[in-house]
């Protein structure tokens, strides 16, 4: 899953060299311009007697190889070891946290990504983490927030195909609170709501290299019913973009994890726009 989660990434080529120095950590968080919190961090760490250190960076590497194959207690097991020895990092608490989310502790998960927030700041990467955490929670409102934060941390990247899921995600929150039940959305409320997605959905057209239109046009037809109408727009997808069919990976964890998409875990294909709790 391409987007669904993200981690960080570049961990693996320098993590044993023979210095173990700091900036390895501040490196793997992705940040250039290391700021004073990462300094911090790279303080704590350093101070480590440098055995330790090289065992930590063993067993994060190992973490991520086996998080990679899906050996998610295994997984679990290396994090433990590593917060036995330094349990201030945010590469660390940004995976275990994508671990909670899997098992659907969310709860947990929110703790460890605001954890990982509060040592880092901002992230890019833990910002989405937080925002797709509460859209897989059905915090619709929450999600529009923390995903509006992170569009305006990455206003570098607007014209990117990552920046347009982040805006489909939005779209969809929208859609599901125009349909919300809760006694704090009135009919104006769930208009506006209704409108703003729709907006959204308007927003691109076929000539941009992203699945954004097929997806989003899809999503219009689901929320109004129209299934056919909108599997032959995922299918047009598909067709567009099978020379990359990584390309539409994304949009279709999307899809599922909303439930547009069937899966076993589906929340809103039963009535549609209707929110459902995840099976534990």
Not at 43 to 62: G, H, I, M, V
Not at 163 to 189: G, H, P, Y
Request: glycine share 2%; hydrophobic share 35%.
């Amino acid at each position: 899953m391409k987007f669904k989660f993200l981690l960080t990434s570049a961990i693996l080529s320098t993590l044993l060299q023979s210095s173990v120095n700091a900036q390895n950590f501040g490196d793997d968080i992705g940040i250039n311009d290391i700021n004073n919190k990462v300094d911090i961090l790279n303080t704590r760490f350093s101070n480590l007697p440098e055995e330790q250190r090289r065992k930590y960076l063993t067993l994060r590497a190992d973490a991520h190889r086996l998080f990679s194959k899906k050996r998610t207690f295994e997984t679990l097991m290396a994090l433990q070891e590593m917060s036995a020895i330094f349990d201030e990092d945010p590469v660390a608490l940004n995976l275990e946290g994508a671990i909670y989310v899997e098992f659907r502790d969310f709860k947990k998960a929110r703790k460890t990504f605001n954890k990982a927030v509060t040592l880092t700041g901002d992230d890019p990467k833990i910002l989405f983490n937080l925002a797709e955490l509460e859209f897989c929670d059905n915090q619709w409102r929450s999600s529009i927030k923390n995903f509006k934060i992170l569009l305006e941390k990455i206003k570098s990247q607007q014209n990117t195909d990552f920046a347009r899921l982040v805006e489909f995600k939005i779209m969809l929150c929208q859609l599901a609170l125009s349909k919300s039940e809760k006694a704090n959305t009135n009919d104006e409320q769930k208009t506006e709501y209704l409108a703003q997605a729709k907006q959204l959905a308007h927003k691109y057209s076929y000539q941009i290299d992203s699945p954004y239109y097929y997806y989003a046009n899809a999503s219009i037809a689901f929320y109004e019913d129209r299934k056919t109408t909108a599997s032959e727009w995922i299918l047009t997808a598909k067709t567009v973009f099978a020379n990359n069919p990584n390309m539409v990976t994304s949009w279709d964890d999307t899809m599922v994890e909303f439930g547009y998409i069937e899966a076993h875990y589906g929340k809103h294909h039963s009535k549609r726009g209707e929110s459902k709790a995840y099976s534990k």
